[in-house]
């Protein structure tokens, strides 16, 4: 049981190359989420999906685009990276907050990008 | 959006200690779960407390939903509790179900 597996762990990019950051989920979970973390700025939700083929965006979406193509899928693309875009990049997953469910989330090891 | 604010945001204790985390909302929420993220970067649910108090061993959470407040109490504090402790919310508004955000964080050191 691999839980959330981000695929790459590592990745430098140049100004204006484009990439896809993927998460994989083997839970079953309804909810889906990529979060950025920078130093001294906590965790910042950049796009979220309550269920396959929906997409939501969350405080921090400028510069990125999802699809939830799959239920045990969440991608997270970069059409043209910026130097601003260098952080550490998570993946969580729940399900809804009903009946016994809590919501509790799970995240992923993390994908840490550079672009310089 | 909502607000969420984590207090102290650094916190030094030595081994043994006793301390109080505290987490502050702007508005009502649906979910609240506090996280420990420890040296390496990884990232462990710790509670799931929209609500009351809850214990697990030398951790503890209590939220007060109608003051917008959770704390979060560390007891006999060990060199392995040290981290960042996050809190995170879901506004209890129909069009924020999901969007479940975080506080920026309690650095706690603890000593030997």
């Known amino acids: 049981n691999a839980g959330v597996t981000q695929t790459p762990k590592f990745r430098v990019l140049k100004t204006g190359q484009s990439m896809t950051l993927l998460c994989a989920q083997d839970?079953?979970?309804?909810?889906m989420y990529w979060y950025r973390q920078d130093p001294g700025m906590g965790l910042r939700l950049i796009h979220y999906s309550v269920g396959e083929g929906t997409t939501a965006k969350g405080e921090v979406p400028d510069g990125y685009n999802v699809s939830r193509l799959k239920k045990q899928n969440f991608l997270l693309g970069l059409e043209s990276a910026a130097p601003s875009q260098t952080s550490v990049y998570f993946c969580a997953s729940s399900y809804p907050k009903s009946g016994t469910n809590t919501g509790e989330l799970f995240f992923g090891e993390g994908s840490r990008l550079t672009v310089l | 959006g909502i607000q969420v604010e984590q207090s102290p945001p650094d916190l030094i204790l030595q081994e043994g200690a006793n301390s109080t985390l505290r987490c502050n909302f702007s508005d009502s929420v649906n979910n609240l779960q506090w996280f420990h993220q420890n040296p390496w970067g990884q990232l462990i649910n710790l509670f799931y407390i929209p609500s009351g108090t809850k214990q697990n061993g030398r951790l503890s959470a209590t939220t007060v939903a109608t003051e917008r407040y959770s704390l979060l109490y560390i007891s006999s504090s060990q060199t392995t509790d040290s981290g960042v402790y996050f809190c995170?919310?879901?506004?209890?508004?129909?069009?924020?179900?999901?969007?479940?955000?975080f506080g920026a964080g309690t650095q706690v050191v603890v000593t030997p």
């Open positions: 839970m079953n979970h309804e909810y």
């Open positions: 995170a919310v879901e506004p209890w508004a129909s069009d924020s179900w999901g969007k479940l955000q």
